[in-house]
């Protein structure tokens, strides 16, 4: 979700501030946004998004919620214990599910139970365009456009007029080094 988040919101962003972007694709966008931070905030049963909502994360893989009150030792005791961190780390969102939409809220997991702040600025970001406002409307939505139960992370290209579509490509880091040129993500809005 840590990527999620932050395309959800560059295409906000984007579509709000650019020139010329027709009402149909800020709508679609708005849709697209409104959906993604419904599926982050648990709209299928299981929040992401830590103390909020259903079947929140309890266990998220950071060191000051899962240590004990101040003036005790925080030792791996406390980050192998099986239950609730100790301090609630209100509104971080943890990493996500797997690619099978398979998620297990435990702190050992820093892939999937990871927070940071790069994970929580695009999040955090996307949630003010929603407070500020969707405008999503069924109607929305065009000929031959990919709809909610596709997969729209695919490299092919839409069966779309290009004046009807906006591609935001941006590289993608998905360790700690550098971008690699050749691994990018193409956003179709």
């Known amino acids: 979700l840590r990527h999620v988040g932050n395309a959800l919101f560059l ?3 984007y579509t709000d501030q650019a020139q010329g972007v027709s ?3 800020k709508a679609d966008v708005d849709c697209s946004v409104k959906k993604q931070l419904g599926y982050i905030l648990g709209d299928t049963g299981r929040s992401f998004v830590v103390g909020y909502g259903t ?3 309890q266990r998220p893989h950071h060191r000051a919620s899962s240590c004990p009150p101040l003036g005790q030792a925080c030792t791996w005791d406390y980050f192998n214990n099986p239950g609730p961190n100790p301090h609630t780390l209100y509104g971080a969102l943890v990493g996500g599910p797997g690619p099978q939409d398979d998620y297990v809220d435990a702190r050992n ?3 999937k139970n990871e927070v940071a702040t790069d994970y929580n600025a695009g999040f955090t970001g996307a949630l003010a365009a929603a407070v500020e406002g969707l405008k999503c409307a069924p109607a929305s939505r065009q000929p031959n456009r990919p709809h909610d139960d596709e997969d729209v992370g695919t490299t092919s290209t839409p069966e779309q007029p290009a004046d009807l579509i906006t591609v935001i490509t941006t590289p993608i880091n998905t360790d700690d080094k550098a971008p690699d040129a050749d691994a ?3 956003l179709y809005c």
Do not use: S
């Open 23 to 25: 009402p149909v694709i």
């Open 11 to 13: 295409m906000k962003a």
């Open 184 to 186: 990018t993500a193409e």
């Open 109 to 111: 997991d820093y892939i």
């Open 55 to 57: 079947n929140a994360p």
